[in-house]
């Protein structure tokens, strides 16, 4: 397309938008709180995820080893799970030292004296003698029921304790929220799409006569047809910009007040970065603007533009 058609193109596309203020105000509207809804559900979905992940952190599978393991049996183990790829990171405890964190909790006290008297006392004699272990931390928590199968079945591991309520709570959490938001997330395109394709359908029932000449005349299809995609076009570029601004300070401002408010909790809520998350927000944005407006404009143009 030469230049001077495409800004024909675009003149006729902006005039369309503004000679159906009405449609076109109601599909950027649509767009807009499309684009606002699918902004929040993302950030909502990454912020959780980044949770979801921290506190998976916490969930340790626990291997403990048959009585008269040798240290080099310990120490073949312990590579054999660090060169799995669901390991995030593992930490061995020695029976000793399983016996010193299990004491202020046997005891009830936390008292440094009583607590180097019962160590002196049972110095000899641990009642945890069989109890080191090796603490597994995973990347991904849904892994957990293959890594204890597989553990079970090692030489020198006698018992594989986990937390599948945690775990399976955890991921099933998860996989409730993504879906939930694909779901809503694909009911707003749906409507957007619908709109665009009614404003641009108005649009050329308004230059119906003028569209008869222009083909008389020898105007190509695509010179014809050009405007009216690049009205859906404009009305996505600008209905997935707009939310995008005010997304971007309100992201902001959220996390200024709860770090202000609830300095307590900075330590279990933790917000990704904006920058961290817009940086791929604004392109996918606006590529689902565009794209939805590009769709609903092709979708109307050959349904009532015969050309």
Not at 166 to 184: H, K, P, Q
């Amino acid at each position: 397309m030469k230049f001077n058609s495409f800004l024909y193109s675009l003149r006729q596309g902006l005039k369309n938008i503004l000679r159906n203020k009405f449609y076109s105000l109601a599909s950027l509207a649509t767009m807009v709180v499309c684009i606002f809804m699918f902004g929040i559900f993302t950030a909502i979905v990454v912020n959780v995820n980044h949770v979801v992940r921290e506190a998976e952190k916490g969930v340790a599978v626990v291997a403990y080893f048959d009585e008269g393991v040798t240290d080099d049996q310990i120490a073949k183990i312990g590579d054999f799970i660090r060169s799995r790829e669901e390991v995030e990171n593992v930490t061995f405890v020695s029976a000793e030292e399983a016996w010193q964190e299990f004491m202020p909790i046997y005891f009830g006290t936390e008292d440094p004296d009583m607590a180097e008297d019962l160590a002196q006392d049972f110095a000899k004699d641990n009642p945890l003698a069989n109890s080191a272990n090796y603490q597994i931390y995973l990347k991904d928590v849904s892994k957990q029921d293959q890594l204890v199968k597989d553990l079970s079945q090692v030489e020198g591991i006698r018992e594989v304790s986990s937390n599948n309520t945690v775990a399976d709570t955890l991921t099933n959490f998860n996989s409730l929220l993504g879906y939930l938001s694909i779901g809503i997330i694909v009911l707003l395109f749906a409507v957007a799409v619908f709109l665009i394709s009614n404003t641009v359908a108005v649009g050329i029932a308004v230059r119906k006569e003028e569209i008869g000449i222009m083909k008389l005349i020898g105007a190509t299809d695509f010179f014809i047809r050009a405007p009216f995609i690049i009205e859906g076009v404009v009305i996505g570029l600008i209905g997935s910009g707009v939310p995008l601004i005010i997304l971007y300070v309100l992201y902001q401002r959220m996390q200024t007040f709860v770090s202000d408010k609830f300095g307590m909790l900075t330590g279990i809520l933790s917000f990704i970065p904006a920058g961290e998350i817009f940086r791929y927000l604004v392109p996918v944005s606006l590529c689902i603007g565009v794209g939805i407006g590009f769709l609903g404009s092709m979708l109307t143009i050959r349904k009532h533009l015969k050309v």
